[in-house]
């Protein structure tokens, strides 16, 4: 525990470190790209680390059906969100650790 507690006053002392990387993570987020596919592909969601969704792409033949479609789309955009929160809990991660934090620390200072 004081080992935990030690990492953090030492951090406190370091803010310009730590503005730094935060700004390197947000700026990351923007670029963080994830994609979900439905249906063998007939539906495919793009989000970013930002929890936007940046495109969805529709295959002709998914038209037929508006109740499948529907399905699909919130198949894909729920993969792509999925997809996208994992990364940038890595991101999240690295960060932590390039500030010299134990894992699961960042977390619980947010």
């Known amino acids: ?20 990387e935060m ?15 439905a249906g063998g592909g007939y539906v495919t969601a793009k989000a970013n680390g ?8 529709i295959a002709a033949e998914a038209m037929a059906d508006r109740e499948m479609l529907e399905d699909l789309v919130a198949a894909a955009v729920n993969q792509a969100l999925v997809k996208a929160r994992d990364q ?17 620390m960042l977390g619980a200072l947010s």
């Open 50 to 57: 930002r929890m936007e969704v940046v495109s969805v792409a």
């Open 23 to 37: 700004e390197k993570f947000n700026a990351q987020l923007g670029t963080i790209v994830a994609e979900g596919a």
């Open 88 to 104: 940038v809990g890595a991101a999240s991660a690295k960060m932590a650790e390039n500030l010299g934090l134990p894992p699961g």
């Open 1 to 20: 525990m004081f080992g935990k507690l030690g990492s953090l006053m030492s951090l406190m002392g370091n803010s310009g470190k730590i503005k730094d």
